[in-house]
């Protein structure tokens, strides 16, 4: 098919680092000695990311033993791509990104892109180095994660090589998903990269999940990113740390000095918090803000909680792909994906996903026709 075609058709482009994810699963938390899981939690930071190596994964995954361990196929930009692929929406996706080894047979970036149909033309492969791996554990209802960046440190060099080709494959798209990668010169050319995107083709909208490696100590270029977004999407501990505001701050002071801070106009900022979803978006000179309550479900319910937030990034992506007529209908969605996500096992999330989208097509895409 002809490159620019095929570049065209797509309706969104996510850009993310990707890893093999090792989560700990709930039954496993409970199983493990007290005393390990207290030793374990030295290596993690309550709530947030912490940047290890490679060995550091190693003796974690030893310390708890492998059978504590879901492995799986992750990454933010990656988790909300397949999810949209799922759905059976007819949405057309691609991923760009750096595949490396991830020491599992079954376990493989271009085999699950491709069973989903997901195109793949701009995946590099790193071939003889270890994919990014991060280690996540949820620990009396907080998910702590370390990360190890693995051959997603290559993504700079190979954004410098392919950047013309790149910047066709992405203002070719209707939306660009950007999450984060952990070196500042691969931000810097994402920055570059989104807005020669947004010059080439007005209409594209860019969102962006920085996740807390980037909003710890935001660089210039991963503000820039944001203020070029149209939607950013951020759990509560990222939300607090963009705002530069202490915590006992109100959300609606929060959200303001995040606006004054970008000098966002036509942003919606969407917050993932554990009981509810906050909306937010500049209403003449003042911030609008609803509030959309989750219906939590109970952590005895819960098969893994790793990528339930980027997962309702699909949902509401996905949403406003479809034309979705109000914002209220994408945040829907999103929560719907959000809870199959969190309820379903593994082999059962592509079906699950499927079947909450024709749910909510039935509700307002269908009676909408």
């Known amino acids: 098919m002809n490159s620019s075609l095929q570049n065209q058709m797509l309706d969104i482009v996510g850009i993310g680092a990707l890893n093999v994810d090792f989560a700990v699963t709930s039954e496993k938390m409970k199983e493990l000695p007290p005393a390990t899981v ?5 290596s993690f930071f309550s709530g947030a990311e912490r940047i290890v190596g490679e060995e550091d994964i190693e003796k974690m995954v030893s310390l708890l033993g492998r059978d504590s361990f ?6 933010s930009a990656f988790n909300t791509v397949c999810c949209i692929a799922a759905l059976g929406s007819g949405l057309r996706t691609g991923l760009a990104g750096i595949s490396g080894e991830t020491g599992m047979p079954d376990l493989s970036f271009e085999g699950a892109m491709d069973s989903l149909g997901i195109d793949r033309s701009h995946l590099a492969s790193c071939r003889g180095e270890s994919s990014g791996l991060c280690v996540s554990i949820n620990h009396n209802g907080t998910r702590s994660f370390i990360h190890y960046p693995g051959c997603n440190s290559r993504m700079a060099d190979a954004l410098r090589k392919n950047y013309g080709q790149l910047l066709e494959y992405v203002s070719g798209a209707r ?39 980037w909003l710890q100590n935001p660089s210039a270029s991963v503000m820039g990113i944001l203020r070029l977004s149209a939607f950013i999407f951020l759990n509560d501990l990222e939300f607090t740390l963009l705002s530069g505001k ?21 942003t919606f900022v969407v917050v993932k918090k554990e009981t509810e979803i906050k909306l937010f978006r500049k209403e003449g000179s003042s911030v609008g803000e609803e509030a959309f309550r989750i ?15 980027d997962a309702f990034d699909a949902g509401f992506l996905a949403a406003v792909l479809l034309g979705a007529a109000e914002e209220s209908w994408a945040v829907e969605l999103g929560m719907m994906l959000m809870r199959v996500k969190l309820a379903c096992e593994p082999q059962s999330l592509r079906e699950g996903f499927a079947e909450a989208f024709a749910d909510w097509r039935e509700l307002h895409v269908d009676k909408e026709g």
């Open 175 to 213: 939306l660009l998903h950007i999450t984060q990668f952990n070196d500042s010169e691969t931000s810097e050319l994402l920055y570059r990269l989104a807005k020669d995107a947004s010059g080439l083709k007005h209409s594209l909208r860019i969102s962006c999940d920085p996740g807390y490696a």
């Open 70 to 75: 879901r492995e799986k196929l992750g990454g």
């Open 295 to 309: 219906d939590v479900i109970g952590s005895d319910e819960i098969k893994d909680a790793t990528g339930a937030g």
């Open 38 to 42: 207290s030793k374990a939690m030295w």
């Open 246 to 266: 202490p915590y006992g701050e109100s959300d609606r002071e929060k959200s303001e000095a995040i606006f004054a801070r970008l000098g966002l106009s036509e």
